[in-house]
């Protein structure tokens, strides 16, 4: 039996913390498939302008989809800060700028647009509107370099590493293309079909993430997960 202190020992406090991060890594992929599906649910059944407009438009008060994409939102955060809690020790960075981006969805979530979810500089916004807006602009660019700094964090392990390396690369040249395309062409097709694929990445991301750390068997002096 291995005497406890000695070096290599499994301790109980860590095998505790193990434990609860692979727990709050499955409770994330849970959070982040049923966001997901009430979400899409809401925006196919809404009646929403096509890829013209913006899934947020589903959320608007007066649809009868509302409640049904508000919870999807909100379960989205929830996978936010679990996945930032499933991280292993060491990593920096990224479970701060994970919360900031759960809390910036719930925003977005609570805090409803008006008809259209207007957005400057081409179209008349409320102070609804800017503060709906101002929350998903922040939620996914905190989202997407915390993709950035997973990347480049050696405690995240091999497979953390690659999928948010994949998922920045991607990601990061849509959003700027969005804002691009919203400051000079503003609403239309090119940034309805833009954010839906910002999205889907975003969810596909946070899935297969959450499901790697749900499967890990703890955090190793190499940074793997075995």
Same mark, same amino acid.
């Given at each position: ?20 991060? @692979? ?7 849970? *959070?982040?498939?049923?966001? +997901? ?16 407009? =913006? ?13 049904? =994409? ?10 936010? /800060?679990?996945?930032? !809690? ?26 409803? *647009? ?7 500089? &081409? ?15 922040? !939620?996914?660019? +905190?989202?997407? &370099?915390?993709?950035?700094? /997973? ?9 953390? @590493?690659?999928? +948010? ?28 079909? /833009?954010?839906?694929?910002? $999205? ?14 749900? $499967? *890990? ?7 793997? &997960? @075995?």
């Amino acid at each position: 039996m291995v005497e406890p202190g000695r070096p290599g020992a499994p301790t109980v406090p860590r095998a505790r913390g193990d434990i609860a991060r @692979r727990v709050a890594g499955s409770a994330a992929v849970g *959070c982040a498939l049923a966001g +997901a599906v009430a979400v899409t649910l809401a925006v196919v059944a809404g009646p929403g302008s096509g890829l013209t407009g =913006y899934v947020s438009e589903a959320g608007i008060a007066d649809t009868g989809h509302a409640a049904t =994409y508000r919870l999807g939102v909100l379960a989205l955060a929830g996978a936010l /800060l679990l996945i930032g !809690a499933a991280l292993p020790p060491g990593v920096w960075a990224a479970p701060g700028l994970l919360a900031a981006g759960a809390v910036c969805t719930a925003v977005s979530g609570v805090v409803t *647009c008006s008809d259209g979810c207007p957005l400057p500089p &081409f179209e008349r916004t409320t102070a609804a509107d800017l503060v709906h807006g101002g929350a998903s602009i922040v !939620a996914t660019a +905190a989202v997407v &370099f915390a993709m950035i700094t /997973l990347a480049v964090s050696g405690p995240a392990g091999p497979t953390v @590493r690659r999928l +948010a390396g994949v998922a920045a690369a991607l990601t990061l040249p849509l959003c700027v293309t969005v804002g691009l395309a919203m400051l000079v062409i503003g609403r239309g097709p090119v940034v309805g079909v /833009l954010e839906r694929l910002i $999205l889907a990445l975003t969810v596909l991301w946070g899935v297969t993430t959450a499901t790697a750390l749900a $499967l *890990c068997k703890g955090p190793h002096a190499d940074g793997s &997960f @075995r």
